[in-house]
């Protein structure tokens, strides 16, 4: 019971337990995990990559040799169904960023909600101090954030369907960014 004292994230999970666990959402959440946990099996590499899930599978952004992503994936899938779950965690995941983002906005709100521009300027170097300390405190928050609500570490009963290669026109600039479908099912 201390635990859930300390984390709120945590006692918010077990609140959304029930969304958390439907179908579609609970497929997204694996496929999310098994994205950040093969992008930290590619990353060893140094390959630049980012990533999309969604309930049929996830996206790789980067330029990959396709069986080396297929690859990641199935050493990834094996690595979380032997238990190492926190690999579906992952510090460059969107929801550090919509974290911090979010944070930082609504401090800033606050901070200067109020007094006008004038009370607004002279607040400024409190104002600055307090969001380098929100940003400092976001990134943990966005990683359990990850751990509890946004991704899944255990696979369940996921497997790989197949993995394609595309390649896509960049709009305005005409170049060309390589993609992976990573296409999964879970039964």
Known sequence: ???HQMNPI????EYAEPLLNSPYILRT???HGLEHATIHILSRANYKLSGRSSDQGFIIF???PTDRVESAVNEALQRMQSGEHKLAVHPNCGTNL???G???TVVAWLGFAGGGWRRGWERFPTMMVIMMVVLLFSKPLGMSLQRHI????DPGDLRLLSV????LRVPFTGGQLMIHRVLTQQS
């Open 98 to 100: 919509v974290t911090a």
């Open 10 to 13: 945590l006692s918010l999970a």
């Open 150 to 153: 946004t991704t899944e570490g």
């Open 1 to 3: 019971m201390e635990g």
């Open 29 to 31: 959440r694996r496929n």
């Open 62 to 64: 980067g330029n990959v």
């Open 164 to 167: 394609k290669r595309e390649t």
């Open 102 to 104: 979010f944070t930082a």
